[in-house]
């Protein structure tokens, strides 16, 4: 037996899900509060300790906002209709011509600190949200690029005529970013943004307490307050940990289970697992800014080193196999025919081509990973390493927690953090640029640092084109194509969320970013 079938018959496969029945009804519904305890959530990540929507990246942060802050609207992203839309603080979005969006809003709603919401807000979350120095860059263009008016206080006109791409860009990404009161961002990057989050969501901001955030019920939600009176979403590291809490009904729901743990979990009869293919896909992310991977021969050798079969019996059933940068919940998805394979001859022709024949003369290679969030990146990440080095690649893997790898994880001056790193990538909205404008634009290039003007040509020529199916033409039949060619990252499998959840805990609605929405969850 070789050394790759070793690895993949050394690796166990995953345990068949039990799933939980979701019902979207629930985004109408309200009622009153019937328990006194809060739900109590336990989260594989860590916070960064400022509340600023825009200055972070933070899955779980993003989980915490999806209980706290308002959006025009919420995507579903259920994998028979990826592009559905549900209104939420907007209750109609109208394309007047390629370049004019019209948003019309939901009137009586109010912010958790008494303020009104109103189109000001809106027009104040577009502009800072598309600020180059922000973190978290949501919108097609920077701020420059388009005009936002309000003909009154319930109308929003987006105008992108200067930035010459079609305004229809908006109508996903509307579901992404958290709507912002108007009078917090007047105070700054530094000021009450950061400090709290203020938002018209069901539960209101109560207090940070060491690793645990507390939300309490909005009364003056405008679908009525939320029966459950409250929310704690706790940083629990420790995979083990946090399922023994939910066992011993110290939780109401775990996120991120590993496969193996499923079987234990689906074996109690007061336990649910919940299991859906996710808008998550996991990549090995090049350091493009530095030697050696600033060479896309070399990227693409490492790709084709890589048996992604074996990876998935890995994963067993956190993973399901996809060939393309974004996940199959996401507009524009196509399998690539062009996707790099395991090819081993290839890989070294390819190695030889770049001048490092059989790898001979390639620099010591570290490959960053995480353990304690996503389900067995250790255990890939051992498969990929050997498998690299089966080929010549001098790797070493490096695991670290996950406070750490997060302080890795970005591009900087001279390149990041070693050579390569693991990490996925999520959004609440069917916008593919989300994850491909986002990483690999120069303007942007989050992790990878690429800056490739071929691949800026293809990103400003999807987002410019004049209609939604002559975008999907130009993501499926030259964007994409195009970076599995230069391969800035290596997309390795679409992520599967589990979450385990307590039997009693009824209609809470577990997006497949792993945001969740708890307005009509409730024990019985």
């Known amino acids: 037996m070789d050394r790759r079938k070793f690895l993949r018959y050394g690796m166990s496969a995953g345990a068949t899900m039990a799933a939980m029945r979701l019902n979207p009804d629930f985004f109408f519904s309200s009622a009153f509060a019937q328990e006194a305890r809060p739900l109590i959530i336990l989260s594989a990540e860590n916070i960064t300790g400022n509340w600023d929507p825009m200055a972070h990246t933070t899955l779980s942060q993003f989980n915490i906002e999806g209980f706290v802050m308002g959006f025009l609207t919420r995507s579903p992203m259920m994998p028979d209709n990826p592009d559905e839309v549900v209104y939420e603080l907007a209750t109609s979005i109208t394309q007047i011509d390629p370049f004019k969006l019209e948003i019309k809003l939901r009137e009586g709603v109010t912010f958790h600190d008494g303020e009104p919401f109103s189109a000001k807000d809106v027009k104040a979350t577009f502009e800072y949200g598309a600020q180059p120095e922000r973190a978290r860059q949501v919108y097609p263009g920077f701020a420059d690029t388009f005009e936002v008016t309000t003909p009154d206080d319930f109308t929003v006109i987006v105008d992108t005529t200067k930035g010459g791409y079609g305004a229809g860009m908006f109508v996903f990404l509307a579901s992404y970013l958290p709507i912002m009161s108007a009078k917090d961002i007047a105070g700054g990057p530094n000021g009450p943004l950061s400090q709290r989050l203020n938002g018209t969501g069901p539960f209101r901001f109560a207090q940070q307490a060491g690793n645990d955030t507390q939300m309490t019920a909005f009364e003056g939600y405008f679908r009525g307050a939320p029966k459950v009176p409250g929310v704690n979403f706790t940083f629990v590291g420790d995979s083990t940990t946090r399922m023994l809490s939910l066992l011993n009904g110290q939780a109401d729901v775990i996120e991120r289970l590993e496969p193996e743990q499923v079987t234990t979990l689906q074996s109690e009869a007061d336990i649910v697992v919940n299991r859906a293919v996710s808008v998550e896909n996991k990549y090995l992310w090049f350091r493009c800014s530095k030697p050696p991977f600033d060479n896309p021969l070399v990227r693409k050798a490492v790709c084709h080193a890589i048996d992604r079969s074996v990876i998935m019996e890995v994963m067993g059933t956190a993973g399901e196999p996809s060939s393309n940068f974004v996940s199959p919940i996401k507009f524009g998805y196509i399998e690539l025919e062009n996707y790099p394979e ?78 390569m790193i693991d990490c996925g990538w999520t959004s609440a909205s069917p916008e593919p640029d989300l994850v491909l404008r986002t990483h690999f634009h120069s303007t942007s290039k989050r992790i990878c640092g690429i800056e490739d003007p071929e691949i800026d040509a293809a990103l400003d020529e999807e987002r410019d084109a004049p209609s939604i199916e002559a975008r999907r033409t130009s993501l499926q039949t030259n964007l994409m194509p195009m970076l599995a060619d230069k391969v800035p990252a290596y997309s390795l499998f679409t992520s599967v969320l589990m979450h385990g959840v307590r039997a009693d805990v009824k209609d809470l609605f577990i997006y497949p970013d792993g945001t969740m929405d708890a307005a009509s969850a409730m024990r019985g």
């Open 342 to 419: 395991y090819n081993p001859e290839e890989c070294q022709r390819l190695l030889a081509e770049a001048g490092y024949p059989g790898g001979e003369g390639l620099p010591d290679l570290e490959y960053i990973t995480s353990t304690g969030f996503y389900p067995k990146t250790k255990e890939y990440g051992e498969v990929i390493t050997a498998m690299l080095q089966e080929q010549g690649f001098p790797v070493t893997l490096n695991v670290m927690e996950v406070a750490a790898w997060n302080e890795r994880l970005y591009d900087r001056p001279g390149g990041g953090p070693g050579h």
